[in-house]
């Protein structure tokens, strides 16, 4: 079964991910964490450091370089896994970036989209840009402006993409939120006839 997480940054998508792939193997059921990031935080600290600021194309070429190849190498890896396969973000985050930074779709990753395994489930996890841009903050690896944040919620929300998302609430606490993944994540499962309660 394969399982992909969204949002915007902050929104918990790592350690959503992380959590949910412990409670599966503490259940005794196999399960793999993949993750398809584009390098957007280290180029936000390359900027940074050296004080100057990316071309908004240029910074989206690299970064689709980078995603597309991990999410290619993603499925592939997840083709031959027999268990339950999280993917740390995917093509829809390139997509909804493009569209905060005023870009064009491309016809590209749309198309690998429809050409590549569609999964069973993609959960969007929701949280309000100022909770986000705190959490942001706090960790402090990389820097995101709050009006950064609100584009991006909105972008996420235009693409045609979300329509067949489902919305998960990533406002709690850990707990909270891996608690409302797994039984997303076990719900799906039994529309599909797989046994996948989660549990630990």
Known sequence: MLIVLTGIDGSGKTTAARATVAASRRAGRDALLLSNYAGRRRMSLLSARCGV????????AWETIIRT???LI???RAHRYPGLVIMDRHLHCQLALRKARGL?????????LRKLPKPDLVLHLVLDPEQ???RVSARGTDAETLDDLNSFRAA?????????FTELAAGGTPA???SELRLAITNAGSNQGEDLVLTG
């Open 53 to 60: 600021q990316f071309h908004p194309r240029l910074a989206d």
């Open 69 to 71: 190849a991990n999410v």
């Open 74 to 76: 993603s499925h592939a």
């Open 104 to 112: 064009p779709r491309g016809r590209f990753l749309p198309f690998l």
């Open 132 to 134: 986000a841009h705190r």
């Open 156 to 164: 996420y929300q235009s693409i045609p993409e979300y329509t067949q």
């Open 176 to 178: 909270e939120v891996l």
